[in-house]
């Protein structure tokens, strides 16, 4: 019988050590994962549980496992750097784009079933009128985005025509937003809630009206030789899609049940994007990985 999925607590625990990727003495599996705030961003939670999943699930056929986090947050750039060379991480779990899947070994089970695709956009709460006349992709055109500067979120907006701040770091943008450098803060569905929450004093809202669309997946990447941790990472998963785990993470964890729940998705204008930077081998076809507005929204209250 497989593991229950852990609690938060549990699933965030990890070890001190911090080595590369090895089948031990007696078949334990280091796996060194991304630093994880999880006080300041609740979002990372979500993969750690997935990540434990899968691990978990192949406990019987490859091994006992342990985590370990980096020292320190790094930006994106940097991390997956890191895993390409092979030096301080063995997973890391981001959306995926042509360059990445070039560089890196993905595991091809989209972790937010598309979730990540489906962006609210964080605003001023005196820009609350502006955005409210916007009706398509046309008018929020006349606005411009702020992004990560090595966001693939910022090349999708860019080659849709809408002009786009690049940033570096996570928290200078909401310093930037507030301070008028640009207009608007596209945020996946399980992100602007906290993030307002955790600055009430900075005057910014989730825009009530509006709902960026485009095809993605954020998956676990792995270095590009590192086939025997994708192969047990990709059993893990596959494992949870049969038994009903992995739907039942991506409904009861906290940041994607409130998410579902607080974004009235069904009652929003759908602005709909191209994604130019979407690999050929996105498995599109498998409707099983993917969240389908009208399959899938929760009953309405």
Known sequence: MRRPIRTTALL???VLSFGPTAALAD?????????VDDSRDLRNSYFMAMLTLALDNTRDSHGDYTLSAA???????????????????????TMTSREREAALLPVRIPLLRGLGGYRLLLIRQDDAPRF?????????????AGQGHDWPDTDILA?????????????PLFMMLQQRRFDFLPRMLNEPWQE??????????????????????SYFFVGP????????????LERALEDGSFETLFRE???????????????????????????????LDDARLWFDMARDLPPAP
Not at 71 to 93: C, F, H, I, N
Not at 225 to 236: E, I
Not at 272 to 282: H, I, R, S
Request: charge should be neutral; glycine fraction near 6%; aromatic fraction near 4%.
């Open 159 to 171: 080659a849709n025509g809408i002009p786009v701040q690049r940033v570096a770091g996570y928290e």
């Open 196 to 217: 307002v929450a955790q600055r009430p004093d900075m005057g910014l809202m989730v825009e009530p009206e509006l709902l960026l669309y485009y095809p993605t997946a």
């Open 225 to 236: 030789d590192n086939t025997a941790l994708a192969d047990r990472l990709r059993q893990g």
């Open 253 to 283: 964890h906290p940041i994607n049940r409130q998410a579902l729940n607080q974004a009235r998705l069904g009652q929003r204008r759908v602005l709909v994007l191209d994604n130019p930077l979407l690999p050929p081998e996105t498995p």
């Open 71 to 93: 020292p320190t947050p790094m930006p994106q750039s940097r991390a997956l750097s890191e895993l390409a060379a092979g030096r301080s991480l063995d997973v890391v779990w």
């Open 27 to 35: 078949d334990t599996t280091r796996v060194r994962h991304i630093y």
């Open 12 to 14: 965030l625990t990890a």
């Open 132 to 144: 409210a006349e916007i009706t398509d992709v046309a008018g929020l055109r006349a606005m411009q």
